[in-house]
């Protein structure tokens, strides 16, 4: 594998625009992007080139950020009864987040490909070629699936396939 010092400055924004789409904490990315080089390069023996650079690292961390869930999920503390945490009351939180879920509701509602590009470009900040890069795709595949998506939601035309 070329030297990895020229594979991170190559693939680092790519690999923390990913995470950042799935995690929405800079910080918290940022920390995972430095896993997935650490972990990269404890395994580098193991790339046989099958698939570009990107991809690989991409799943890397994905693994790393599934990881990560899954420790949260363990270490999340159940409230103590007898106390109360304030809450908004469902009136507030209702339009609060109104616009916001039905948005969020119509993104789920597109198919799996479409919807990971929505999500990589919407919330990520990925280019088109960064999102072609990560999906294994052309950057004419993720710009055409972009904009398809875009005009479903804008027309209210999703569907329930995935």
Not at 77 to 91: Q, W
Not at 109 to 119: S, T
């Amino acid at each position: 594998m070329d030297d990895m010092s020229a594979i991170y400055q190559q693939h680092a924004r790519t690999v923390y625009k990913f995470l950042l789409a799935q995690c929405r904490d800079p910080d918290l990315a940022e920390e995972l992007t430095q896993e997935t080089f650490y972990q990269a390069v404890r395994s580098a023996d193991r790339f046989d080139g099958g698939c570009k650079v990107s991809v690989w690292l991409c799943q890397i961390a994905k693994h790393l950020w599934y990881q990560h869930l899954r420790k949260r999920n363990r270490e999340t503390p159940m409230p103590e009864e007898g106390i109360d945490i304030p809450l908004p009351s469902a009136e507030e939180e209702t339009l609060a987040q109104e616009g916001r879920l039905e948005l969020l509701r119509s993104i789920h509602g597109l198919p799996a490909d479409a919807r990971e590009v929505v999500y990589l470009r919407a919330f990520g900040g990925l280019s088109f070629r960064e999102i072609g890069d990560v999906l294994g795709k052309t950057e004419t595949w993720a710009r055409v699936t972009f904009y398809r998506s875009k005009e479903k939601l804008r027309n209210g035309g999703v569907s329930d396939e995935k």
